[in-house]
């Protein structure tokens, strides 16, 4: 909303504006009034209005004085002069000013609304366009694109940036995972512009910036100057109403205070503090001075290994994703003991981040899983760690196949086709002459680009294909062995279970 700031010392006439308009309809707020210049400078400089409705003659101080010194403070504001003296000096000192319009008493009605009209629009596309440059400037502080304290605060005076010392508030939709699971993303879009709506409401422009960090978490940068229950006050009554329209919750995760420069360290505690949901639960405030030295520290290593697997996905490096599976899962988590409660929540966001991914790369869920899998039911199964890790080693190698496809040079030039076709015949017993054959090339020309292309060579992409179809054909138990091993291409059972145990560690009889 524009924020409207009406000065005059006249009662009736402050009254009349303010009830003859409506201010709503024109995207407008009254965000205070003055009954003499004195009171107008000190009502400026609480609430920074972006207009100014002004008469000249006052008590005090003449209008035009009071506008000289709230240029002074905020000069970006419109001023509108209304007067009931036509005096060509207070026109001469108005242009000055440079205000936007000088207006004789008494006010034509339909005037002064197409003035503020003409006046709020231009307010808009100037507001959308620093906050579209302020936005990505933040953001990269936030990711540590931008570094340096003095560069930093160069860019936040150019940006207005008025905060010197800030603290970071990550607030997670809890609804992002079914939104997932279900494609709901318009309730999730939705959910996202009542929440910026709500962050308005409840704080005043000046004391906050609001940066979609990710898709699930948005990050208020903050005025450090906010008293700590003040502001568990204001995000307990977002989180109330977001539950009670949406039923859902949100969780948040606050930093200590930090000055500017150092915006990225206090981003990264927001995040941990964020984490420790799995601790306080979902819909809880999660304070990074709060936290145990010990899971400060765990919190820290799990982010890291968090973004060093979402970047080995994004460029589909196997040996990387494996690495940090193993490094989180058998490292971090086995040796702290950490709980299944934890280990759970924190397997669904490496999920999510897959997901992720593959929306970036506009890889299509059923391309990356097959059709009717869904990554998050089956995951709901699993109770040990290690099965755990399993299934996330399977997942991510997944998305990395996926995208290893999608980058592929050839796909033009009959990879694809290649790779469609042993999709639809592994269970036959096809070669790769069969494949070469299909799509009119030579075996070791194809047979180099398949490896190049997924990692893994022919054999062992039909291998991992049929194994991983006979453990969802075991899961249903509704057949043998012996006839999962038919289904998937392999009719001698010896042979299947011998394959299977090589590439899963078990045998097949460990899966019924």
């Avoid at 009830?19 to 995207?27: K, T």
């Avoid at 972006?50 to 010194?69: H, K, T, V, Y």
């Avoid at 704080?203 to 940066?211: A, D, L, R, T, V």
Wanted: hydrophobic share 35%.
């Amino acid at each position: 909303m524009v924020k409207v700031m009406i000065v005059d010392d006249e009662y009736i006439i402050r009254e009349g504006m303010k009830r003859c308009i409506n201010w709503d309809e024109l995207g407008c707020i009254i965000c205070g009034e003055a009954e003499d210049a004195e009171e107008g400078i000190e009502v400026a400089k609480d609430q920074k209005p972006d207009i100014i409705i002004s008469d000249i003659c006052m008590a005090d101080r003449n209008g035009l004085d009071m506008c000289r010194e709230i240029r002074k403070i905020n000069p970006d504001c419109k001023i509108l002069i209304i007067s009931g003296y036509d005096e060509l000096q207070y026109a001469k000192e108005a242009i000055k000013l440079n205000v936007e319009d000088y207006i004789l008493k008494p006010v034509d009605e339909d005037e002064l609304i197409e003035l503020i009209k003409k006046m709020t629009k231009e307010i808009r596309v100037k507001k959308d366009r620093v906050f579209i440059a302020r936005e990505k400037i933040l953001l990269d502080m936030l990711r540590g694109k931008v570094r340096g304290k003095e560069i930093i605060n160069e860019l936040s005076n150019i940006y207005r940036i008025n905060s010197k010392e800030v603290s970071i508030c990550c607030i997670q939709n809890e609804f992002y995972q079914e939104a997932l699971e279900k494609s709901q993303f318009d309730s999730f879009y939705k959910q996202n512009e009542e929440l910026k709506y709500l962050v308005d409401f409840h704080f005043k422009e000046e004391e906050y910036y609001y940066i979609e960090s990710h898709e699930n978490i948005f990050t208020l940068i903050l005025d450090a100057n906010m008293d700590e229950s003040e502001l568990i006050y204001k995000l307990e009554l977002i989180q109330s109403k977001m539950k009670e329209k949406f039923n859902i919750n949100l969780t948040v995760g606050c930093s200590d205070k930090k000055m500017i420069g150092d915006i990225r360290h206090a981003y990264r505690d927001g995040k941990q503090a964020l984490k420790n949901r799995v601790y306080k639960g979902i819909g809880t405030i999660n304070f990074y001075h709060e936290l145990r030295e010990e899971n400060k520290v765990k919190w820290k290593s799990i982010l890291n290994l968090e973004n060093h697997f979402r970047e080995a996905l994004r460029t589909g490096n196997r040996k990387k994703v494996e690495q940090n599976l193993e490094d989180i899962y058998m490292g971090i988590f086995r040796e702290a003991y950490v709980g299944y409660e934890i280990i759970n929540q924190l397997t669904k966001d490496l999920i999510s981040t897959g997901y992720k991914v593959l929306s970036e790369k506009n890889i299509s869920n059923e391309t990356a899983f097959g059709e009717g899998q869904d990554p998050f039911e089956s995951f709901n199964e699993l109770k040990t760690l290690k099965s755990m890790y399993d299934f996330m080693k399977g997942f991510s190698l997944k998305v990395v196949d996926a995208i290893k496809i999608q980058n592929s040079d050839l796909l033009d030039s009959g990879l694809d086709k290649a790779l469609v076709f042993i999709k639809e015949r592994y269970t036959e017993n096809i070669s790769l002459s069969d494949v070469a054959k299909y799509v009119f090339m030579s075996e070791s020309y194809l047979s180099r680009k398949i490896k190049k292309t997924i990692g893994i060579s022919f054999t062992e992409y039909v291998t991992k294909l049929r194994i991983e179809k006979s453990i969802e054909l075991m899961k249903e138990g509704k057949y043998k062995i012996g006839e999962v091993a038919n289904m998937v291409g392999y009719p001698d059972y010896r042979y299947f279970s011998r394959t299977f145990k090589k590439y899963t560690g078990k045998s097949p009889r460990d899966m019924t």
